[in-house]
C-alpha cells in the first residue's frame, strides 16, 4: 500500500484560513457493552486505564467553546460506563456546549438519568440496532433490547429531546418500517438513518453488512411513504449508502472544516475514522492546545481546500459539494488517501465499490451472510 498522506497542502498551495468549528464528538471511551459488527470505532480499542480524566475532558469542553464550538456528542463506546459523566456534563454546560448523550441506553437508570438532566443535559440519542429482539441480539453480540425500551420510556417520560439512531445494512433495512413503527411508539422525536460507513469494525464485516442496490431502493420507498404519512410528527433523516449510489459523501463537510474528534485517549482527529490513516499522526489535547491542533497542525491541515487534490476532483464541478469525498475511505479502498473516493462513480476506481455491491447482491440472492466478527475491548 502506498503512503496515506501527500505533501501537506500548505506545500502545494495555499490552504484556507480555517472558521472555527462549530461540533466536537467527545468519545469518552471505547468501553461499551455491545460488541456491534458495524461499529465505527477503530479495530485497535483505546484501554480504559489511558482514558482521559474528568479534569482533562473539562478542560477540552473550556478549550472548544473558546475555539466557538457550540454542540458536543458525548459518546463512546458507552459514554455511561465512565462514571464521572455527570462531571463531564456539568462542565460541558458550564462552558456554553449545547450537550447530547449518545448511548445504547445499557446503564441507564432513573437516578443516573435525574443526576445528567440536573447537570444540564440537553438531549438523548438512543441506538436501536433492529426492532426484533432476537435479531438486534445477534447484530449487538448481546442482549440489550429490554434496556433500551427502559432507557427510552425514562428519557420520555423526563421530558428531554430524545432521537433514536439505527445504523442500516442488509440485515435490517427490510425491517425499516417495524424501526418506524418503534421509534413513533416510543415517542421519538427524531429517527436517524444511517446507512453503514465501512470504517473500523464495519470495514472487517462489510461483506456481511452490505446491501444490494434493490434491498435500498425498497427501503427508500417505505421511508417515503412515511415521510408523508408522519407529515412533521418525527424527523426522518436518511443517510445515503454512498457505495450503492455512487455518490461521493461530503467529509465531515470538508476535512477539518466544521467539526473535531477527541479519542478516549485525547487525540484529536478531523473525523471520527480518520485513526485508521497511517503516518497521520494525530496530535493529544495532554500535548498541544485544542486552538493550535485545529489551526496548525499537519493533521488537520493535509487535506484542507482544494490544493492538495488530484486534478479529476480539483476540476470536477462537485469539488466544493464533496470535497472529494472520504479520504478514510479511499484509503481503506485504494492504500492512497489523496484518491479520488471511490464511491463516487467518477472515480477511475469507483469499479472497486461496483464490485462490492455486486457480490453483495450474489451473496443476498443466495441468502448468502458472512458470520460477524464482533468488537473486542482493548487492551
Not at 466544521?258 to 480518520?274: K, M, N, Y
Amino acid at each position: 500500500m502506498t503512503s496515506a498522506l501527500p505533501h501537506p497542502a500548505a506545500a502545494q498551495g495555499s490552504v484556507p484560513v480555517p472558521e472555527p468549528p462549530w461540533a466536537l464528538l467527545a468519545e469518552l471511551t471505547h468501553g461499551c457493552p455491545l460488541r456491534c459488527a458495524y461499529c465505527s470505532n477503530p479495530d485497535q480499542l483505546v484501554g480504559r486505564s489511558v482514558e482521559l480524566t474528568t479534569q482533562q475532558w473539562a478542560d477540552v469542553l473550556r478549550q472548544a467553546a473558546a475555539l466557538g464550538v457550540v454542540q458536543t456528542h458525548l459518546s463512546g463506546g458507552e459514554p455511561l460506563l465512565r462514571r464521572d459523566l455527570t462531571a463531564i456534563v456539568a462542565a460541558a454546560v458550564e462552558a456554553g456546549i449545547h450537550t447530547q448523550l449518545v448511548t445504547s441506553g445499557v446503564g441507564l437508570h432513573q437516578a443516573r438519568l435525574e443526576g445528567l438532566t440536573a447537570a444540564g443535559l440537553h438531549s438523548v440519542q438512543l441506538s436501536v440496532q433492529h426492532s426484533d429482539a432476537r435479531a438486534a441480539q445477534r447484530i449487538a453480540g448481546a442482549r440489550a433490547s429490554a434496556a433500551k425500551e427502559k432507557a427510552a420510556r425514562l428519557v420520555r417520560a423526563a421530558g428531554l429531546p430524545f432521537g433514536v439512531n439505527v445504523v442500516l445494512h442488509r440485515a435490517n433495512l427490510d425491517a425499516l418500517d417495524d424501526l418506524i413503527r418503534l421509534a413513533l411508539s416510543w415517542g421519538a422525536d427524531r429517527l436517524e438513518l444511517a446507512n453503514t460507513q465501512y470504517y473500523g469494525w464495519a470495514l472487517r464485516n462489510r461483506d456481511a453488512l452490505l446491501p444490494g442496490p434493490d434491498q435500498v431502493a425498497r427501503a427508500r420507498e417505505v421511508l417515503e411513504a412515511w415521510r408523508t404519512r408522519l407529515a412533521g410528527r418525527m424527523e426522518l433523516v436518511w443517510v445515503a449508502p454512498d457505495y450503492v449510489d455512487g455518490v461521493a459523501k461530503p467529509c465531515m463537510g470538508g476535512w477539518g472544516a466544521r467539526s473535531l474528534t477527541v479519542a478516549p485517549d485525547g487525540s484529536v482527529l478531523p473525523c471520527p475514522a480518520a485513526a485508521m490513516l497511517p503516518d497521520l499522526d494525530p496530535p493529544r489535547v495532554t500535548e498541544h492546545e485544542l486552538a493550535w491542533i485545529w489551526r496548525e497542525s499537519k493533521a488537520f491541515n493535509h487535506f484542507r481546500g482544494t490544493s492538495w487534490m488530484g486534478e479529476q476532483c480539483r476540476t470536477c464541478p462537485q469539488r466544493e459539494r464533496d470535497f472529494g469525498g472520504c479520504r478514510c475511505q479511499a484509503y481503506a479502498l485504494t492504500g492512497d488517501a489523496a484518491r479520488t473516493d471511490p464511491a463516487c462513480r467518477l472515480s477511475p476506481d469507483h469499479h472497486l465499490v461496483r464490485g462490492l455491491v455486486e457480490r453483495a447482491d450474489q451473496g443476498q440472492s443466495t441468502a448468502v451472510s458472512p458470520p460477524y466478527i464482533y468488537r473486542t475491548e482493548g487492551p
